[in-house]
C-alpha cells in the first residue's frame, strides 16, 4: 500500500506542476478523465502498482522510486528464474556423468 500511495503522489505532483486539467491529464495518461479524478482524490484502492507504474512511463516520468519499485516487483522473477537454472545445471550434470 505504500508504494502505491508514493506512486501516486509523484503522478499528483507531475499534473500540479504542468497545470494540467483532467482531461489533459487522462489523455497524456492513457486513462479515462473519471480515473484521474480517482487518483487526485486519494481512491488508491482502484489502482494498481502496475498500473500507476504504467502511467509514469507513458508520462515518462523517471525516479528513483519507480526504479526501487520495479526492482522489488522483478525479485520473485529473477529468484524463480535463478532456481529454474540451478535445476537445469543439476539435471544436465547428472546427465553428464551418467554418461561417461
Known amino acids: 500500500m505504500k508504494r502505491r500511495a ?13 497545470q494540467l486539467t483532467q482531461p489533459q491529464a ?3 495518461l492513457g486513462v479515462s478523465q473519471p480515473s484521474i479524478n480517482d487518483l487526485l482524490r486519494g481512491r488508491l484502492h482502484r489502482f494498481s ?9 507513458r508520462a515518462q516520468i523517471r525516479s528513483n522510486l519507480r526504479s526501487s519499485c520495479q526492482r522489488q516487483l522483478m525479485e520473485p522473477l529473477i529468484k524463480s528464474i ?3 537454472v540451478d535445476l537445469i545445471r543439476g539435471s544436465l550434470g547428472a546427465s553428464i556423468s551418467c554418461g561417461e
Not at 502498482?49 to 512511463?57: E, G, P, R, Y
Open 26 to 28: 487522462a489523455k497524456l
Open 82 to 84: 535463478a532456481v529454474a
Open 6 to 18: 508514493e506512486l501516486a503522489l509523484v503522478l499528483e505532483r507531475f499534473v500540479q506542476r504542468r
Open 49 to 57: 502498482v502496475d498500473s500507476l507504474l504504467i502511467m509514469m512511463d
